[in-house]
C-alpha cells in the first residue's frame, strides 16, 4: 500500500489503516468487518456502530496483506452516512478512495456532534463559540488540495451538492470542508446526535446533508410571494411595537422587538401544519410577544385588544368576571390562510412563564380524543394509546430562562411520551432573549443552552440565528416534518434579542451596558430583511412605504373605533359549551339517582373479565365476588363499589370519565382495581372501558401518572376546559401531596372562571385523615381550599355559588352523588372531594341502592336520627370523623347528643343547617368538632358563618386538636394522645359511670 499509494495513507491516516489492518483488530472486529463487506447489498451493518468501535492508535505499525484482501473483497458496498449500502460494484472504489471516504466520515460524523459549538447562531455575536479541535482539518489525515471524486461525494453522502457549488463541483477535500461548514455552522446549527433511534438520526442527517432534500431545496427556492408574505408580517410587528410605544408607552406590554421573526416563525409553524393535516394547533405562550401575534397571525380583533389597552374589560357586562392583564389574553380561532383550515387556540397564561405547557397538553389531547379516530383496544393500560395524533399539535413556545429554570418545564417533557399523556410530539420554540429579566444565561443555568433539558426525551434541537429569515422559515418547516414523521416533540432555539427591558418601563442598561450598547448600535432584523429585498430588487421602497401606511392607519382606525367599543360577545361559551352558562345559585337539587336495574347491571359490568384473562386469586374472592354478592342484595356497597357505579353509568350514558394520577387503577389503599393485570399474560383490561354506547370511542380511561403533581393537574385541567362532557378527575395519592401542584390549583384550578370566563369541572380527590401516619399523610390542608372559595365571607351576604366547591362526604352514596352532579348541571365548577382512607373498607361506611336509585341526590347535610325534642347537644362535623364519634356516643350510650354531617363545605349550605337548628328547641350547647388541628381543618372557615346564623361568635364551642405548624405529630402514643383528649371533651368515658 506504501508502495502503490504512497506514504501519506501509511504515515497520515495511521487510524484507518489501524481499522483494516489484521494485526491490531480483534479477531471479533475482524470477522465483523470481514462480514460486512462480503455480505449481499441488503446489507444493514450501521457505520455508526462501526466507527465508534474503540480502537488502539499507535503512532506506527505494520501493515499485513490482509488488509489490501479486505479492501478488495468482491462486493458492491460503499459507504453513506447512514448504512453500507450498494451504489458501485466492487471495483467503484479505488483503496484510496475507500480510505478517504472513513476519514470523510469521520469528519462528517463530528460535524453531526459538535458543530453547534461553532455556529453563527446568535446575532449579537456575544455567545461563546467553543474551539473544536474535531472541526478542524488537521486532526484527520486529510489535505485541502486532495482530490474528491463524485464517487466519493455520493458514498459519503453528498450527493449532488456539486452543480450548486459557486464552481460548478466539488473537487477537493477543502470544497467538502466548507459545504460541512456552511451546512451546520452558518447561522443555523443543529443537535441530534443524542437521539437513541438510529432512523430519527439518519433522517435528519439525510435533511441537512443532501442536496436535494426539502430542507436543503427551501434555501434555493426563491418565491417572491413567500418573501413578500414575510415583509407583511415583520412590518406589522415592528410597526405594532412602535405604535405601542408612540399611544401607549406607560403600558407594559412586552414587546417582540429585536425577537419579530417569531412572528413569521409561528406563521410557518401552521402553514406547515396545515400542509401535514394539522387541523387544531394549541399554542400555549408567556407574555414576551403575546399582544403581537394576538394583532397579527392569530386575529384577535383590534379594536377590542384596544379597548382592553385602555383599561376596560374584554367582557360583557353580564359577565361575573375579575378580569386579567393584557398579557394574559387569549384566543380561539379559525384561520383560512393556509394550505387547509386550522383552528388555533391560544390558552390563557399566568405569570408563572411555563406553567401553561401541561395546560396547553392536556387541550391538545381531549381534542384529539374528540376529533379523531381510535383503534379500540383494552388490552393495554388506556385505549386512548392508538389514536392518531397527527390532527392536532401543541405549539409550546418558551423564554430561554424560563424554559430552563421552571421545574414545570421538565414535568411537562416527562409526559410526552407516556401512553396516556402523550399527544404525538409537540414543538418547542424558545425565544431565547439571552437574558432572563436581568439575569444573563451564565448565572440562569448550568448548561450551555437552555433547551439542553429537552435531550432526556430524545428530542432533536435546532439552533437560528433570528436575524437568518429564510433559516428560521425552513427551521421550523423541518420540525413540523420532524414531528408528523415520527410523533415527538422538536425543539426550535429561536436565538434574538430583548431590545427594551424586560418590560418597556424598564432601563437595560443600567445591568447589561455592553449587550445594549451591541443592540442599540445595530439595525433591526426588519430594516434588514427590507434592505436585502430592495438589493434583490423584489420591492420598491414606496412598495414599502405603502405597506406601512397601510399598517399604521389601520392602527389608528381601529383605536379609534376602540373609544366606542361595548363588547358583546362570550367565547367561552361556544362550541362544545354551547348551552353551558355562569350561575349566581348553585344550592338546587339535582337529581342523580339511576335505576336499579341500570345499577346492578352497571355494576356487575364493572367487574366482568373475558374467559380467558386470569384475575389475582385474592381479587376473585374478596373483590370480584364480594361485589356481585353486593349487588345482588342491594346493599353493603363501599365506597370503590359506588364510585365505579357513578363512572359507569357516566360512561353508559355517552360521557367521556379519565381519571389520572398516581396508582390510580388499583388505588392508593388498594381498593379501586378499575386496571386488572392478567396473571399469566401480564396484560391490563379495563371493565368499565367496555360501557360506553361506542365502542371506538374511549368513554372510561384510569392512567397511572408518574410521579409529579404539578404538570398532571395542569394536564387534566387543560382536558377539562377543552370538553364538558367529559369527567376529568386527578387523585394525589395523598391529599397531603396535592401541594406540589399548588400553582395550578391557584392560578387556573380556583380562578380561571373569574379571571377569563373558563369554566373547568375538573375534579380533585384528596385522601385525607388523622390514622396516626405522620404529618405528611394526614392531612389534605382543606384550610387552604376553603380559603380559596369566594364563600369564606364573613359579611353576612351568604353566597349561594362559589369558585371552588369543596366537599367532604361520609358516605359512598353521596360520593356517587357529587361525581354524577358534575356532569348533570349546566355549568361547571372545580370540585374538591377530602376523600376518606379509613372508611374505604369502614363497615358502617357502606350505601344501598335506595341511596343511589332514582329521584335521589347529594345531600349536602345529613342529619341525625334522634329524636329532635330529646336532643340537649348539637355536634356539627364533616368527613370520616363522624364515625368515631359515633362510636364514642354508642359506647357511653349517650341519647341526648345529635351528630349533624356538613357534606359540602362550599359553597355553604345555609338553608339545610338553619333547618336541621331549627328542629332542636330544647339544645343548649352547640359545638363543631373536628380532628385538625384548630388552626386548620374547617373551623376557621365555618366560624363565621356560624356566627351568622347564630347572631353571636360565642354560640358554637369549638372542639379539636390545638393549633399546630404541623398537620399530625408522628409518634402513635402521642397521636392516641391527641385522640382520647378531643373526644374526652366530647364524649367522656366516665359519663356512663
Not at 354 to 371: D, F, T
Not at 886 to 912: C, G
Request: proline share 5%; aromatic share 10%; hydrophobic share 35%.
Amino acid at each position: 500500500i506504501n508502495a502503490e499509494y504512497g506514504p501519506f495513507w501509511c504515515s497520515e491516516s495511521p487510524s484507518f489503516l489501524l481499522m483494516l489492518s489484521s494485526r491490531v483488530l480483534t479477531p471479533g472486529v475482524r470477522r465483523t468487518l470481514t462480514s460486512s463487506l462480503s455480505r449481499p447489498s441488503q446489507s444493514s451493518f450501521s457505520s455508526r456502530s462501526f466507527f465508534r468501535t474503540s480502537i488502539p492508535t499507535p503512532q506506527s505499525f505494520s501493515v499485513s496483506s490482509s488488509a489490501t484482501a479486505i479492501l478488495n473483497t468482491q462486493t458492491s458496498w460503499s459507504f453513506s452516512p447512514f448504512h453500507f449500502s450498494s451504489h458501485f460494484s466492487s471495483h467503484s472504489l479505488s483503496i484510496s478512495e475507500k480510505l478517504l471516504v472513513c476519514e470523510l466520515h469521520r469528519l462528517i460524523e463530528n460535524f453531526r456532534k459538535l458543530s453547534h459549538l461553532q455556529a453563527n447562531v446568535d446575532p449579537l455575536g456575544l455567545f461563546p463559540l467553543i474551539p473544536t479541535k474535531e472541526l478542524e482539518l488537521a486532526k484527520y489525515s486529510l489535505k485541502e488540495e486532495t482530490e474528491v471524486s463524485e464517487k466519493v461525494l455520493n458514498s459519503v453522502g453528498l450527493s449532488g451538492w456539486s452543480k450548486y457549488s459557486p464552481t460548478g463541483s466539488l473537487s477537493t477535500v477543502h470544497d467538502v470542508y466548507q459545504l460541512l461548514k456552511s451546512l451546520y455552522c452558518s447561522s443555523f446549527s443543529a443537535e441530534y446526535s443524542h437521539i437513541t433511534n438510529t432512523e430519527e438520526r439518519e433522517w435528519i442527517s439525510q435533511q441537512l446533508e443532501n442536496a436535494e432534500s426539502s430542507f436543503n431545496q427551501s434555501k434555493r427556492r426563491s418565491n417572491k410571494e413567500e418573501r413578500l408574505l414575510t415583509l407583511k408580517q415583520l412590518l406589522h410587528s415592528e410597526l405594532y411595537d412602535h405604535f405601542m410605544q408612540k399611544r401607549f408607552s406607560g403600558v407594559k406590554r412586552y414587546g417582540l422587538e429585536g425577537g419579530e421573526m417569531m412572528i413569521s416563525a409561528v406563521s410557518s409553524i401552521l402553514h406547515q401544519s396545515a400542509v401535514s393535516g394539522v387541523d387544531n394547533i394549541v399554542i400555549g405562550m408567556p407574555h414576551r410577544g403575546r399582544l403581537n401575534l394576538l394583532s397579527s397571525v392569530l386575529k384577535f380583533p383590534l379594536d377590542l385588544l384596544f379597548h382592553k389597552i385602555q383599561g376596560n374589560s374584554e367582557f360583557p357586562e353580564d359577565c361575573l368576571v375579575a378580569g386579567d392583564v393584557l398579557s394574559h389574553l387569549a384566543q380561539s380561532v379559525d384561520l383560512d390562510d393556509y394550505a387547509s383550515p386550522v383552528h388555533v387556540s391560544l390558552v390563557h397564561n399566568p405569570s408563572h412563564l411555563e406553567l401553561v405547557n401541561p395546560v396547553a397538553l392536556g387541550k391538545v389531547r381531549s381534542k384529539q380524543r374528540i376529533h379523531t379516530s381510535n383503534t379500540f383496544n383494552n388490552d393495554s393500560q388506556t385505549s386512548e394509546e392508538t389514536r392518531d395524533r397527527k390532527k392536532a399539535l401543541a405549539l409550546l413556545i418558551h423564554g430561554d430562562a424560563a424554559f430552563s429554570g421552571q421545574g414545570i418545564s421538565q414535568e411537562s417533557l416527562l409526559l410526552s411520551l407516556l401512553p396516556g399523556y402523550t399527544t404525538g410530539g409537540s414543538i418547542h420554540l424558545i425565544v431565547n432573549n439571552q437574558v432572563g429579566f436581568t439575569t444573563e444565561h451564565n448565572n440562569g443555568r448550568s448548561s450551555r443552552y437552555s433547551s439542553d433539558i429537552t435531550k432526556f426525551i430524545d428530542a432533536p434541537i435546532f439552533h437560528v440565528n433570528s436575524e437568518s429569515v429564510q433559516d428560521v422559515i425552513r427551521v421550523c418547516h423541518l420540525a413540523v416534518e420532524y414531528r408528523q414523521r415520527f410523533g415527538k416533540d422538536v425543539v426550535i432555539d429561536f436565538i434574538c434579542y430583548r431590545r427594551r427591558g424586560h418590560n418597556e418601563l424598564d432601563d437595560p442598561t443600567i445591568t447589561q451596558p455592553q449587550m445594549y450598547k451591541n443592540i442599540h448600535a445595530r439595525p433591526s432584523v426588519v430594516s434588514q430583511y427590507v434592505k436585502g429585498l430592495l438589493d434583490e430588487k423584489l420591492v420598491t421602497a414606496e412598495t414599502v412605504y405603502s405597506l406601512k401606511m397601510e399598517i399604521t392607519n389601520l392602527f389608528e382606525e381601529k383605536l379609534t373605533q376602540s373609544r366606542s367599543f361595548t363588547p358583546t360577545s362570550k367565547t367561552a361559551f361556544e362550541g362544545r359549551w354551547k348551552g353551558f352558562t355562569q350561575v349566581t345559585d348553585m344550592t338546587e337539587t339535582v337529581p342523580t339517582g339511576c335505576s336499579v336495574e341500570t345499577l346492578r347491571q352497571v355494576g356487575i359490568a364493572s367487574v366482568a373479565v373475558p374467559d380467558n384473562f386470569e384475575v389475582h386469586d385474592r381479587l376473585k374472592k374478596f373483590f370480584i365476588n364480594s361485589r356481585i354478592e353486593r349487588l345482588n342484595q342491594g346493599k353493603g356497597l363501599d365506597w370503590a363499589t359506588c364510585e365505579a357505579l357513578a363512572f359507569g353509568t357516566l360512561v353508559a350514558e355517552g360521557y367521556h370519565v379519565r381519571l389520572s394520577g398516581q396508582d390510580v387503577g388499583r388505588g392508593t389503599f388498594a381498593q379501586r382495581h378499575v386496571l386488572l393485570t392478567d396473571q399469566n399474560k401480564n396484560t391490563v383490561y379495563s371493565p368499565l372501558a367496555n360501557l360506553a354506547p361506542n365502542p371506538h370511542y374511549a368513554s372510561f380511561e384510569a392512567v397511572n401518572s408518574p410521579l409529579s403533581e404539578l404538570s398532571v393537574l395542569g394536564f387534566e385541567y387543560g382536558y377539562s376546559i377543552n370538553d364538558p362532557f367529559s369527567l376529568v378527575i386527578w387523585e394525589a395519592q395523598f391529599g397531603d401531596f396535592y401541594n406540589g401542584a399548588q400553582m395550578v390549583i391557584d392560578q387556573f384550578v380556583s380562578s380561571s372562571e373569574l379571571k377569563w370566563l373558563r369554566q373547568t369541572g375538573v375534579v380533585l380527590l384528596l385522601p385525607h385523615g388523622f390514622d396516626g401516619t405522620g404529618p405528611e399523610h394526614s392531612s389534605a390542608h382543606m384550610e387552604r381550599f376553603l380559603q380559596l372559595t369566594s364563600t369564606n365571607v364573613w359579611d353576612g351576604s351568604r353566597p349561594t355559588d362559589t369558585n371552588l366547591q369543596v366537599c367532604f362526604p361520609t358516605t359512598p352514596a353521596n360520593y356517587f352523588h357529587l361525581l354524577r352532579r358534575q356532569m348533570k348541571r349546566p355549568f361547571r365548577k372545580p370540585l374538591v372531594v377530602i376523600g376518606p382512607k379509613t372508611l374505604l373498607r369502614h363497615s358502617s361506611a357502606v350505601s344501598s341502592f335506595d341511596e343511589i336509585s332514582e329521584n335521589t341526590h347529594f345531600l349536602p347535610v345529613i342529619p341525625d336520627s334522634l329524636p329532635p325534642h330529646e336532643v340537649k347537644r348539637v355536634v356539627f362535623c364533616t368527613g370520616k370523623i363522624y364515625y368515631e364519634l359515633l362510636a364514642r356516643r354508642n359506647q357511653v350510650d349517650d341519647q341526648f347528643t345529635a351528630l349533624v354531617r356538613i357534606e359540602e363545605l362550599s359553597p355553604f349550605p345555609y338553608k339545610e343547617i338553619e333547618k336541621e337548628i331549627a328542629k332542636y328547641s330544647s339544645v343548649s350547647e352547640w359545638v363543631w368538632f373536628q380532628e385538625e388541628h384548630q388552626n386548620m381543618g374547617a373551623w376557621s372557615y365555618v366560624a363565621p358563618l356560624f356566627a351568622d346564623i347564630f347572631k353571636s361568635w360565642n354560640t358554637v364551642r369549638y372542639i379539636g386538636r390545638k393549633a399546630s405548624g404541623v398537620t399530625a405529630v408522628g409518634v402513635s402514643k402521642w397521636h392516641q394522645s391527641e385522640v382520647n383528649e378531643i373526644f374526652e371533651q366530647i364524649f367522656p368515658t366516665n359519663l356512663k359511670e
